[in-house]
Nanobody
């Protein structure tokens, strides 16, 4: 069983930065990838960023150039550095342990989420 715990969310002004952390109780390197997703009120959960075991990264267009996902396998922790934050980045951010499936990715384990609020 893998347990994921996010932290680092909070209230920040537009243009500011936050670093989210996702601490895993299991060994994250055993998964194909780790990812960050977000869900704003009234909206569906959406992909934010993903990092594979080999270090390859992918980002949603909405955060590309402003965010960096990284992992520290020794600490079983995944990070999401977000810069130049915008009010539309406000959401609950979830960490997920991902497994590759035909045509995409499946979240096998999810954290409880951390709230990010960006004020204008």
């Amino acid at each position: 069983q893998v347990r994921l715990v996010e932290s680092g969310g909070g209230l920040v002004q537009a243009g500011g930065s936050l670093q989210l952390s996702c601490a895993a109780s299991g060994i994250i390197s055993s998964f194909t990838a780790m990812g960050w997703y977000r869900q704003a009120p009234g909206k569906q959960r959406e992909f934010v960023a993903r990092i594979t075991g080999g270090g390859s990264t992918n980002y949603a267009d909405s955060v590309k150039g402003r965010s960096t996902i990284s992992s520290d396998n020794a600490k079983n922790t995944v990070y999401l550095q977000m810069n130049s934050l915008k009010p539309e980045d406000s959401a609950v951010y979830y960490c997920a342990a991902l497994r590759a499936i035909p045509g995409g990715w499946r979240g096998d384990y999810w954290g409880q989420g951390t709230q990010v609020t960006v004020s204008s």
